[in-house]
Every structure is written in structure tokens, then in C-alpha cells.
């Protein structure tokens, strides 16, 4: 059984950096593309950031484009996103995701099937 775990989170002020890691279990981590996806209070979950299981495609929402690098690593079934120049407006619990579905977009959550639990990013000003 495929489980997702991510860490990482925390309390930064504004203009600062966190770095938010993901482990995959229970499945092999090539198997799948990767992303993460937040969920801002009262919000609907959105797209961050997707990466392909080979690490050639990245791709980012224009919100954090510039500002957020997505990663994984292969040889230990990990994903990371650093964030630098964090703002107010990218507090939200951040999770990490995982989908078989290749060769198309997949930014919706509905395309992705295993999740984490979340870990909380809060930027204050």
C-alpha cells in the first residue's frame, strides 16, 4: 500500500525559505508523477508544482514560478520543494501527491491517488 509523508513545514516571516521533503512507501517511486498541492484557509486545494518520474519535466503554478524549485530524488524515493521568498499568501497546509497517470496534464487533485497528511507552511509579514 502506497503511503505519503511529508515534513518540513513551519513558521518563517516573509522573504525567507523552507524546504518541504515527501517520502513515498509501499509502491516504486518511478511508478508515479509527482506534485504538490496546497490548501490555503477557506480555499480549495490548488496546484503548486508537478514534477515527471524521470525529474526532465518540471512545472509550476505562476504563482510561485521563480520563487519555489521542485525535486526528487530517485535513489531514495523522496520529492522536496525548496521555497524562498516566502510571502503571506503562501500559507496554506502543503501536500505532497502522486499519480500513474503519465503523458498528460495533471494538475487537478482529482487526477492524483495517494496523498499525505499535510504539513503546515505559515508566513507571516
Known amino acids: 500500500q502506497v503511503q505519503l509523508a511529508e515534513s518540513g513545514g513551519g513558521s518563517v516571516q516573509a522573504g525567507n525559505s523552507l524546504r518541504l521533503s515527501c517520502v513515498l512507501s509501499?509502491?516504486?517511486?518511478?511508478?508515479?508523477?509527482m506534485a504538490w498541492f496546497r490548501q490555503g484557509p477557506g480555499k480549495e486545494r490548488e496546484f503548486v508544482a508537478r514534477?515527471?518520474?524521470?525529474?526532465?519535466?518540471?512545472y509550476y503554478a505562476d504563482s510561485v514560478k521563480g520563487r519555489f524549485t521542485i525535486s526528487r530524488d530517485n535513489t531514495k524515493g523522496m520529492m522536496y520543494l525548496q521555497m524562498d521568498s516566502l510571502q503571506p499568501e503562501d500559507t496554506a497546509m502543503y501536500y505532497c501527491a502522486a499519480t500513474r497517470l503519465h503523458g498528460i496534464v495533471v494538475e487537478s487533485p482529482a487526477q492524483y491517488d495517494y496523498w499525505g497528511q499535510g504539513t503546515q507552511v505559515t508566513v507571516s509579514s
Open positions: 509501499g509502491g516504486t517511486f518511478t511508478d508515479y508523477n
Open positions: 514534477i515527471i518520474w524521470n525529474a526532465r519535466q518540471l
